[in-house]
Nanobody, 124 residues
Framework: QVQLVESGGGLVQAGDSLRLSCAAS??????WGWFRQAPEKHEREFVA?????????NYADYVKGRFTISRDNAKNTVYLQMNSLKPEDTAVYYC??????????????????WGKGTLVTVSS
């Protein structure tokens, strides 16, 4: 069982930046990254992910060019740098990991481990 612990959420203004962190208690050999769930939505949506070696990343169109995902294998941590934040980015951000699989795309139903989430609120 791998535990994922997120940090870095908060309240910011539109145009500001935040960096989220997700520390894992064990090795992730597949893909891991971030989903988010907006207040009015029932489903979590994909944000970004990265492979174990960091050689492959994916971004949702609505964050491409503004968000950057990275990982530090020595610290077993993945980061999400969020720049130029918009009010529509307001959501609970969940760290998500696929222990072995490196296939893409995938949905929230394919995730092996979830963090508890961290709230990001962007005011206009």
């Amino acid at each position: 069982q791998v535990q994922l612990v997120e940090s870095g959420g908060g309240l910011v203004q539109a145009g500001d930046s935040l960096r989220l962190s997700c520390a894992a208690s064990g090795r992730i050999f597949g893909r891991w990254g971030w989903f988010r769930q907006a207040p009015e939505k029932h489903e979590r949506e994909f944000v970004a992910d990265i492979t174990n070696a960091g050689s492959s990343t994916n971004y949702a169109d609505y964050v491409k060019g503004r968000f950057t995902i990275s990982r530090d294998n020595a610290k077993n941590t993945v980061y999400l740098q969020m720049n130029s934040l918009k009010p529509e980015d307001t959501a609970v951000y969940y760290c998500a990991a696929r222990l072995w699989s490196r296939t893409y795309p995938y949905t929230e139903n394919d995730i092996d481990y979830w963090g508890k989430g961290t709230l990001v609120t962007v005011s206009s």
